[in-house]
């Protein structure tokens, strides 16, 4: 049996670590679905110690985009069609742009304008209607859809500002949240299997770190139908806020 589950492992893969990541994944997707964000961020740091630099942010993103789409499929009565609908041209021509532009964008100065617009986001005043509004939306799906090909952490940005379009209801923000990052890590997976990535190989393992979030979003959402919209609105700022001191500190690191 150890013969045969190797065998559908890549080569830098063995069961015991295969089994710990599809644990993790399990644990961060209810931490995700309870409190709204931080689990994604949770898995990279403990994928980024334990596989190959080449493997991780593939992986991870097809795994993101497994695990939002399942949230997506259990929530999907909360889902905000409204917002929706203008987001999803946002993310293809964000992907567009970024495919077509190729720039070399500086690392540092874009995750602290993040972290920044995060906080702004979360602690700052309401933000006005219209920037929130049909034309917003599109404008932030566009600019988010756009870097997170070259950054990869506009994740707590997109959820922040979601958070104040949908004053803070805890089923709406969440159900919402994970159908726009579905739609923005699909682009990812194409653009990686044109650069040549071998998903094939990390097929099985995806497939079992998906089922598991699955099982752990499941058990999140319970867990957010026990919290009061009040006390999620606090939990989601404290979590996106550690998430915004971690990337501004990642930025101050490579300057």
Do not use: Y
């Amino acid at each position: 049996m150890p013969s045969f589950l190797a065998s559908l492992l890549p080569d830098q893969t063995s069961p015991l670590l295969a089994a710990a990541l599809i644990l993790c994944s399990a644990v961060t997707s209810m931490i995700t679905a309870a409190l709204g964000a931080g689990g994604g961020v949770m898995l990279l740091a403990i994928m980024a110690l334990s596989m190959p630099t080449a493997a991780i942010i593939p992986v991870h993103g097809m795994v993101q985009l497994g695990s939002n789409a399942n949230r997506a499929l259990m929530t999907w009565r909360h889902i905000n069609l409204r917002v929706i609908a203008w987001f999803l041209p946002g993310v293809v021509l964000g992907a567009w742009l970024a495919s077509r532009l190729l720039v070399n964008l500086p690392l540092a100065s874009i995750q602290l304008s993040i972290a920044l617009f995060i906080l702004l986001l979360c602690w700052g005043p309401a933000i006005p209607k219209v920037a929130t509004g049909r034309v917003g939306t599109l404008l932030a799906s566009t600019l988010t859809s756009f870097l997170s090909l070259f950054v990869g952490a506009t994740g707590p940005l997109v959820a922040a500002f979601i958070k104040q379009q949908q004053n803070s209801k805890r089923l709406q923000t969440v159900a919402t949240f994970a159908a726009a990052m579905a739609l923005q890590h699909a682009p990812k997976a194409l653009a990686f299997g044109a650069a040549g990535f071998v998903f094939h190989a990390w097929l099985p393992l995806i497939i079992g770190m998906i089922a598991a979030g699955a099982l752990g979003t499941w058990a999140g959402l319970h867990i957010l139908q026990r919290l009061s919209d009040r006390h999620f609105s606090r939990l989601f700022n404290v979590i996106l806020t550690l998430l915004a001191i971690r990337l501004a500190w990642e930025a101050i690191a490579h300057w």
